[in-house]
T-cell receptor, first 115, second 111 residues
Framework: GAVVSQHPSRVICKSGTSVKIECRSL??????MFWYRQFPKKSLMLMAT?????????EQGVEKDKFLINHASLTLSTLTVTSAHPEDSSFYIC???????????FGPGTRLTVL | LAKTTQPISMDSYEGQEVNITCSHN???????ITWYQQFPSQGPRFIIQ???TKVTNEVASLFIPADRKSSTLSLPRVSLSDTAVYYC????????????FGTGTRLQVFP
């Protein structure tokens, strides 16, 4: 199957700082990428859907000014957690899909810890 | 998207067959049933997808009754490495704009 990578795999930051997480599709062009958040022992929660070259669509309850998503190319989407707080500590997972018809391939996730 | 209900957890022993059932009473005509596997601190991995009757691949089988209001993921002869969370999702095949994950079933395989 197709490969999706995330960078970094783990990040620790201080409260109030911003953190950027990258999601890359390595061997295919992803017109759509999704960002999920997962708290310990909980299920994945969809945060937003991003289409290449357009603004992301955020799920209800997700602050778009806090979680900035950029999908500037067909192989890269970034999620920036701005002014991070300890409650933003979570496992962030992206997925990528080629075109409007296609399976979603998931990245390995990024563990964010905000001190 | 149809809501799904799965057991929160299941235990098994190595070598046994494990069947995880998912209820999706409100499944729509166009909906497919997809199962994902997730290991700790990893992204989910696609296991199998089906629409009706039975689907089998090298990893698992998926049984879907005629009314499609439930489905059963069957894992033959599980090993310790099958310890994971298994998610049942219902939505349009591949064309699903969103994947809505339910609570999942935490499978623990013992030696």
């Amino acid at each position: 199957g197709a490969v999706v990578s995330q960078h970094p795999s783990r990040v620790i930051c201080k409260s109030g700082t911003s953190v950027k997480i990258e999601c890359r599709s390595l061997d295919f062009q992803a017109t759509t990428m999704f960002w999920y958040r997962q708290f310990p022992k909980k299920s994945l929660m969809l945060m937003a859907t991003s289409n290449e070259g357009s603004k992301a669509t955020y799920e209800q309850g997700v602050e778009k000014d806090k979680f900035l998503i950029n999908h500037a190319s067909l192989t890269l989407s970034t999620l920036t957690v701005t002014s991070a707080h300890p409650e933003d500590s979570s496992f962030y997972i992206c997925s990528a899909r080629q075109g409007s018809l296609g399976e979603q391939f998931f990245g390995p996730g990024t563990r964010l810890t905000v001190l | 998207l149809a809501k799904t209900t799965q057991p929160i957890s299941m235990d098994s022993y190595e070598g046994q067959e494990v069947n995880i059932t998912c209820s999706h009473n409100n499944i729509a005509t166009n909906d497919y049933i997809t199962w994902y596997q997730q290991f700790p601190s990893q992204g989910p991995r696609f296991i199998i997808q089906g629409y009706k009757t039975k689907v089998t691949n090298e990893v698992a089988s998926l049984f879907i009754p005629a009314d499609r209001k439930s489905s059963t993921l069957s894992l033959p002869r599980v090993s310790l490495s099958d310890t994971a969370v298994y998610y049942c999702l219902v939505g349009a095949s591949y064309n699903t704009d969103k994947l809505i994950f339910g609570t999942g079933t935490r499978l623990q395989v013992f030696p």
